[in-house]
């Protein structure tokens, strides 16, 4: 796709010597207007495999800091939740031993044992 504007930019212009010979201002040219006719997916897409540093490809840092910014984004998002959330406590007798709630103390030890790791 990327091949085809940029042949069809080639063949629809009328190009001077002057012009075709300084390369270097052709491609300039070329990469301006073709810059402009992509889409940022495109624009992704044709970076995702490059090296920035070694060991590390545009994908992979792109990948990384989208998923920073996500958090960072989610954790603002989370935090202004929970400053106006209500939290309330809520005991189910079929959950909660008797023992627990003020029923009797535990037969077999007493409530001021020591534990064997606290002796």
Do not use: P
């Not at 997916?41 to 495999?49: A, I, P, Y």
């Not at 939740?81 to 959950?95: P, T």
């Amino acid at each position: 796709m990327l091949s085809d504007k940029i042949k069809e930019y080639l063949r629809d212009k009328t190009w001077s010597f002057n012009e075709i010979t300084n390369i270097t201002e052709v491609i300039d040219e070329l990469a301006d207007t073709t810059y402009g006719d992509l889409d940022a997916k495109s624009k992704v897409d044709l970076l995702w495999d490059v090296d920035i540093e070694q060991g590390l490809t545009f994908g992979q840092f792109f990948q990384a800091l989208v998923k920073k910014t996500l958090k960072s984004e989610i954790a603002i998002i989370v935090k202004a939740e929970l400053d106006s959330a209500i939290i309330e406590f809520k005991v189910n007798k079929n959950e909660v031993s008797e023992r627990s709630v003020g029923g009797e103390s535990h037969k077999e030890r007493s409530t001021d044992e020591k534990s064997k790791d606290k002796q």
